[in-house]
C-alpha cells in the first residue's frame, strides 16, 4: 500500500539554526512528491515540489528538499530559521498518475526566540 | 487562471439539517478532491474524482455525507442530517495527474 510518515509531530528550533522536517514514503512507483506549509488560520500553500527531474529541489521562502530513492525519503530543510516559518509543514505524495494523492499527519514548526 | 473556488465561505447550520457545498476547480484540471481539517489536524481525505468519475470515497465516511461531479466540472459535497462532529473545514482541490494539488480557501462549517 502506498503511504507517508512525517517522522515528528513537532519539531523545535532555534531562529536562525537549520531545519530538518524528515518525510518517508512507500511507493511501488516513482511517486511525485510535495511539501506544503499552513500557517495558522490560513489556507495551504505549495512549498515545492518533486517530479523525477533532479533529485534536490528548491522551494520558496529557503528551503529544500532532497529525493532519495534507496531510503524512500523526501526531508525538507532549511540552513536558517525565520520566527515566519512557524507553521505546520505536509508532506504529500502522489505514489502514481492513477492514485490518489496522500498527505502525512503533519509537522508543526515551532521557532524559539 | 482564476484558482480553485469554492462556496459558501462560512456555513452555520442547526443539526439535522442538510448542506451542500461547491467546488469550481481549475478549468485545466481533470481531478478534484475534497477534505476534511478539523483545528490541528491535517487534510483528511474524503473523496476524489477523475473527470466525472467518483475513483475513491474515504471509509471514514459515513453514508451521509454524498459528492457528485457532473460533467467533469464543478463538484458539490452534500451532508445529510448534519451533527456537531461534522464542524470542520471543508476543503477542495483541483490537479493534473502527477501535478501538485491547488487548494481553494474552504467553507467552514459549523453545526450547532
Known amino acids: 500500500a502506498q503511504s507517508v510518515t512525517q517522522l515528528d509531530s513537532h519539531v523545535s528550533v532555534s531562529e536562525g539554526t537549520p531545519v530538518l522536517l524528515r518525510c518517508n514514503y512507500s511507493?511501488?512507483?516513482?511517486?511525485?512528491l510535495f511539501w506544503y506549509v499552513q500557517h495558522p488560520n490560513k489556507g495551504l500553500q505549495l512549498l515545492l515540489k518533486?517530479?523525477?527531474?533532479?533529485?534536490l529541489v528548491k522551494g520558496i521562502n529557503g528551503f529544500e528538499a532532497e529525493f532519495k530513492k534507496s531510503e524512500t525519503s523526501f526531508h525538507l530543510t532549511k540552513p536558517s530559521a525565520h520566527m515566519s516559518d512557524a507553521a505546520e509543514y505536509f508532506c504529500?505524495?502522489?505514489?502514481?498518475?492513477?492514485?490518489?494523492?496522500?498527505f502525512g499527519k503533519g509537522t508543526r514548526l515551532h521557532i524559539l526566540p | 487562471d482564476t484558482g480553485v473556488s469554492q462556496n459558501p465561505r462560512h456555513k452555520i447550520t442547526k443539526r439535522g439539517q442538510n448542506v451542500t457545498f461547491r467546488c469550481d476547480p481549475i478549468?485545466?484540471?481533470?481531478?478534484l478532491y475534497w477534505y476534511r481539517q478539523t483545528l490541528g489536524q491535517g487534510p483528511e481525505f474524503l473523496t476524489y474524482?477523475?473527470?466525472?468519475?467518483?475513483?475513491?470515497k474515504s471509509r471514514l465516511l459515513s453514508d451521509r455525507f454524498s459528492a457528485e461531479r457532473p460533467k467533469g466540472s464543478f463538484s458539490t459535497l452534500e451532508i445529510q442530517r448534519t451533527e456537531q462532529g461534522d464542524s470542520a473545514m471543508y476543503l477542495c482541490?483541483?490537479?493534473?495527474?502527477?501535478?501538485?494539488?491547488?487548494f481553494g480557501n474552504g467553507t467552514r462549517l459549523t453545526v450547532t
Open positions: 482541490a483541483s490537479s493534473s495527474p502527477g501535478s501538485p494539488l491547488h
Open positions: 478549468s485545466e484540471h481533470n481531478r
Open positions: 504529500v505524495v502522489s505514489p502514481h498518475r492513477d492514485d490518489k494523492i496522500i
Open positions: 511507493s511501488s512507483y516513482s511517486p511525485s
Open positions: 474524482f477523475q473527470n466525472e468519475a467518483q475513483l475513491e
Open positions: 518533486y517530479t523525477s527531474a533532479a533529485t
